[in-house]
Each structure stands twice: as structure tokens, then as C-alpha cells.
């Protein structure tokens, strides 16, 4: 009995030693040689292979770079523990970026309805109502006197839309900080993403990391090597080689190649172990930054689809009476299943004052000019992310081979 109590009890503890990979939790990890002394630090999210320290329960024995050292338990994690850590994060972020959707969505309909306000207010000094009253002369009535009265005066507009545009700015502002804020949760979660998939191959991870600690990156095409100051070689962008960070100057390296010393500026390498957590950070907030985009294209393509509707409807009556024309209703359609309408005021009384219409125009016309050019503007940042995101896509590629 005794002898298989032995064997139970050895078995037993070979579980409890046996190596396992950790992540590094906390912002930092002093590791600590024989004598307890701090002999290096290791940064949050690092992955090392650890054992029970039979000296102290509370502490891990931690292999690095082919040496031992020892650190305190809580500072590290088991990989599943972070993914389910990391899954409820998401969680959390899906739910704050569901909120800022909807207060999203709640100014974009506030802002479109005050776009239309400020349209309508606008047209509206350019409306008239037609008074008809009956001459008189000695002999008694003699046809009617036609007359007109404004519906908006320049002063009351002047006053209704310095309110309205301190409201707008203030909507505005809070608009943009709600996008950040989206934006910042959206790109959050998609690294959470990522970092959940990369743990699906910890162990050719672990490999990578332990492998590479000096291993860089080419990624600059022609990366020039100096020896005294003068390029005297060349690396192909894509090439794996040997470097360190340059003991006396900031952002350079020194580079090993075919035995011999070069030194190289720090924009031509990259540590190969973070390359691709970086082409991929690279990439996702490329990806948040052009839907965002295209949602603003969309907002200021109905705007301009407004003015051209509101326009219409100043341009469309035949001024038959002294300047003054017939103001109707006007269906104006935005999207295959939608339209809205802009109406006026009881419509068969209005009238368009021409020559107050042509002023109101013209601004409009140069409104819908600096509208357009935003509105292009933002078109081509979506195009050039777009052909950032292929060069990124190529770039990944240098990672695997």
C-alpha cells in the first residue's frame, strides 16, 4: 500500500511542477535571481513558461531567455482565464457602443429635423402672404389693390438662427464626442478579438516570442545599413536580422549581418514578435475610421439632397404677378422607398418674392459648394484608407514568410 502511495505522491507532484505558460498581468513583473535581487522586468502581457517555486507557494519559478528567475503568482494569469476576462470585456464594449448608437442616432434625427428648420426659416424670408383689397375712388369701387407682406422679416431671421446655430453647435460637439467615444470601444473590441484568436496557437506563439527577442523586421524598402556614418549596405524590405537597440542614440539599431556590425535608423525595423499586433492595430482602426466616414458621406449627401429640394421649390413657380409667384407643396424624394416633403405655409395664399429668392439662392448655392467639397473630401480619406488597408494586407504577408 505504502508503495503505491509513493507512486500517487510522485505522480502528484510531477503535476504540480509541471511547466506551464503564464501571461504577465500586471503593468510590470520584477523577476527576482537566487539572492533576491531584482535582475530584470517584464512587461504586461508577456508570455512565459513557469513552475511551482518550492521554496515560497506564493511565488512562480519563471523561465526566460534561457534563464531562471523567480516572481510573485498574482502577477500572472492562465491564457483561459484572460480569454474569458477578455470575452466579457467585449461584452461590456458591445454594450457601450449599442448605447452610443442609439444617442447617435437620436441627434442625427434632431440635427436632420433643425437642417430642415433652418432651410424652411430661411425660405421663409423670401415668402410673402398677398393682401387683395378693394379701390375706391369718388364714384365708388374701382377694382382692388394687391399688396404684400413678408412672412419672416431679415431681423426676426437673424435672431431665430443665432439660437438655432448655438443649439446645433452645442449638438454638434456632442455628436463628436460620442463618436470617439464609439470609436474608441469599437477598435477596443476588435483587439480583444484578436488577441482571443491569437491564443488559439499559444504554443506557436510562445515558440515566436521566445525565439525572436532579437529577431527584427525589414520594413522599409532599401533600408540603408551605415558604418562611420556612411551607407555602405542595403536590406530588402521583408528581411529577418539580428538587431538591438543602439546603446548611445535614440531610434537606432545595431544590426548584425553576415557577421558583421551595422547600424540602421529605427523607422527601417521592427521587432518581428510585434509586427503583426501592429499591422493589425493599424488595420482595425483603418476599418473603424472608414465606416465612421461613410456614415458622415451619407449624413451630408441627404443634407445636400434637402437643399436641392428646398432650391426646387423657390425655382419652380412662374412669377406671373409683379415678381411674385404661387408657392406649393413639394414631395422630394431621398431614397428608392423614401421621400419627405417641404411644405408651405397655407399654400395657396404664399407667395415667392423673386428678387429675395435669387439672394437666398445664391448663399445656398455657395452652402451646397462647401458642403460638396466636404463631403468629397471625406470620399477620397475613404479611398485612401481603403488603399492603406491593401498595403497593410501586403505587409502582413512579409510577417509569414
Known sequence: MSKYLCVILLVLTSFANAEQI??????????????????????????????????DPSRFLVKFNNKTYNAKKAYFKKPADIVVL?????????????????????????????????????????????NVQPAYNQTGPQGYF????????????????????????KITAKK?????????????VEKLKYRIASFENLGEMFAAKANS????????????????????????????????????????YEVLVEKKKYVAPGSALVKK????????????????????????????????KLYQGVSRQLEADKFVHQGYGLVKNLIVPIEKDRS?????????????????????????????????????????KVLALKKQLIDLEEDLKLFKK
Open 86 to 130: 477578455y470575452k466579457k470585456q467585449i461584452l461590456e464594449y458591445e454594450a457601450k457602443i449599442k448605447q452610443d448608437e442609439l444617442e447617435l442616432s437620436n441627434i442625427e434625427s434632431d440635427l436632420i429635423v433643425r437642417y430642415v428648420q433652418a432651410l424652411e426659416l430661411q425660405r421663409d424670408t423670401a415668402l410673402a402672404y398677398q
Open 273 to 304: 514578435s510585434d509586427y503583426s499586433r501592429i499591422i493589425k492595430e493599424k488595420m482595425i482602426n483603418s476599418k473603424v475610421l472608414v465606416a465612421q466616414l461613410n456614415s458622415e458621406v451619407e449624413i451630408q449627401q441627404f443634407r445636400l
Open 340 to 380: 419627405f416633403t417641404i411644405r408651405s405655409p397655407k399654400a395657396d395664399q404664399v407667395y415667392v418674392n423673386s428678387v429675395v429668392a435669387s439672394k437666398v439662392l445664391k448663399e445656398w448655392k455657395a452652402n451646397i459648394a462647401g458642403l460638396s467639397a466636404a463631403s468629397l473630401q471625406n470620399q477620397k
Open 213 to 252: 527577442g532579437n529577431d527584427y523586421l525589414v520594413v522599409q524598402e532599401n533600408a540603408p545599413l551605415y558604418v562611420n556614418n556612411k551607407v555602405v549596405k542595403h536590406l530588402d524590405k521583408g528581411d529577418t536580422v539580428l538587431a538591438r537597440p543602439h546603446p548611445k542614440f535614440a531610434n537606432w
Open 22 to 55: 503564464m501571461m504577465v498581468w500586471a503593468k510590470q513583473v520584477d523577476l527576482y535571481d537566487e539572492r533576491g535581487k531584482i535582475v530584470r522586468v517584464l512587461n504586461n502581457g508577456q508570455l512565459v513558461q513557469v513552475e511551482n517555486f518550492a521554496k
Open 176 to 188: 463628436e464626442e460620442i463618436l470617439v467615444s464609439k470609436r474608441k470601444y469599437s477598435i477596443a
Open 146 to 169: 394687391r399688396g404684400y407682406t413678408s412672412i419672416l422679416t431679415q431681423g426676426k431671421f437673424k435672431k431665430l438662427m443665432k439660437a438655432w446655430s448655438a443649439e446645433v453647435e
